[in-house]
């Protein structure tokens, strides 16, 4: 992407609710009047087992509630070795019934998947995401929103999507700090133990779903690791490395899906202030850019810091000595992989949604943007966009829409708000029915 141009997407942490634990439970002798022989014929019958179930039937009653122990108080000096023994082996049986109960509740849930918007002044087609929802079991997503302008807000309230807090966001030097925020929120919810396959996918205000709910949910719950669409090689940014060679940082898609130990980790390295000078260190949009002069290892870096963060962050920087020699890197959790790290290579990785960047649209090799492209009729073909800003829609037809649905894609954008059916009367019913049908 070249230099910045236009406001985009701007996102506050709800604090996590205080944890306490149930108070112990006070019980007089009289309440639990065990007599001393009884104590000693049962612990003679413990082999079975039977003196720890008859703690945990004869405690149940009164201490119900869930109590972490039991204080037996008043005994009289005979029985007081007795009581002791009551007080060590209730405790025992109770915080036993208490860990099987913790260890049952850190079950995980089913997988989530969190849909991350990052909007401006408003989500355009707001219905259409309204009807994408409507049939999706509510435990199996959270639909949030960041929103730089109080337009937005009012937008979205009472709608499908939760608003957080806003953050300062900044047009291409600082469009993390808002992704970032919807990660905290979203990693806040405490809704059943989290699940390893939780995904957090980020979304544009001006993105649309190419799949129904079900299709898209089962995607990313079965996909193993994070999503990154990596940009053709001479548009990655490179700075001579202090014992030679380059290093290198890999430029991707800001529409990224992260798997839950990525969005963890992304949030603590965020928070802590991880390579907050990846502009000043890459030295990003420093000289005049140039369509046909942005080559690979050129130390001419061109970019916004949402496009390369995440990766370094996760993975970091990547070196490489001679800039010719075909380089394999395998990276743990990287859907996709491994990464070429090369001169001549084009699209890597899983790329979710589709942009048209018009530089790229018909680079050779692996490429979806290519393929989903060359299926559609020619109203329906978005407008090419430039070296600035990407390609977008604002007419597309009802083969445009089934052509969407066959993509490889699960999201697409760019989409004004209300777009023209060409051959239909209402875009958002007509998105519903090819589209979004099960």
């Known amino acids: 992407r070249g230099p910045p141009a236009g406001p985009r997407a701007g996102a506050h942490a709800r604090p996590r609710a205080a944890c306490t634990r149930p108070p112990a439970v006070a019980m007089s002798q009289q309440a639990l009047a065990v007599p001393a022989r009884e104590i000693k014929a049962l612990r003679r019958a413990s082999n079975a087992g039977r003196w720890r179930r008859w703690l945990a039937v004869t405690l149940a009653a009164p201490l ?135 995904k957090f996918a980020f979304v544009s205000d001006s993105t649309l779903p190419a799949k129904p709910f079900s299709y898209i949910y089962n995607t990313l719950a079965n996909r193993r690791g994070s999503d990154f669409c990596i940009f053709p090689s001479n548009e990655w940014a490179d700075i001579p490395a202090p014992g030679g060679g380059v290093e290198i940082a890999a430029k991707h898609h800001q529409w990224i899906t992260l798997e839950r130990a990525h969005a963890e980790k992304s949030w603590s390295l965020w928070s802590q202030g991880h390579f907050h000078h990846f502009m000043a260190h890459f030295r990003m949009n420093t000289q005049a850019y140039t369509w046909s002069n942005n080559s690979y290892a050129d130390t001419r870096n061109f970019g916004c810091l949402d496009e390369f963060w995440h990766l370094i962050a996760l993975y970091g920087t990547l070196h490489s000595q001679d800039m010719v020699t075909d380089i394999t890197i395998p990276l743990t959790m990287f859907s996709g992989g491994p990464l070429h790290i090369n001169p001549w290579v084009g699209w890597q990785g899983e790329c979710d949604t589709f942009v048209q960047w018009a530089k790229y649209l018909h680079t050779s090799g692996s490429n979806p943007f290519s393929r989903f492209h060359s299926t559609l009729d020619q109203m329906s073909v978005p407008h090419s966009g430039n070296s600035f800003r990407p390609g977008w829609w604002d007419t597309i037809t009802t083969h445009g829409l089934r052509a969407i649905r066959q993509s490889s894609f699960l999201f697409m954008r760019k989409f004004i708000d209300r777009p023209r059916i060409h051959d239909g009367y209402d875009f958002a019913a007509a998105y519903r029915q090819y589209v979004l049908a099960d």
């Not at 259409?128 to 409507?134: K, M, R, S, T, Y």
Request: charged share 15%.
């Open 64 to 198: 119900a509630g869930g109590a972490h122990g039991v204080v037996l108080r008043g005994a009289h000096d005979a029985n007081a070795s007795a009581t002791e023994a009551v007080n060590a082996s209730a405790a025992w049986a109770l915080n036993d019934s208490a860990a099987a109960g913790h260890a049952r509740s850190k079950q995980p849930r089913g997988a989530r998947v969190y849909f991350l918007f990052l909007a401006v002044d408003k989500v355009s087609n707001l219905d259409v995401w309204q009807a994408f929802f409507a049939p999706a079991p509510s435990e199996r997503y959270r639909a949030l929103v960041h929103c730089k302008l109080p337009e937005c807000l009012q937008q979205v309230h009472g709608s499908v999507l939760t608003a957080v807090p806003s953050v300062p966001s900044y047009y291409c030097t600082d469009l993390v700090s808002p992704m970032q925020q919807l990660v905290n929120i979203a990693l806040q919810d405490n809704d059943g133990y989290p699940n390893p396959a939780d």
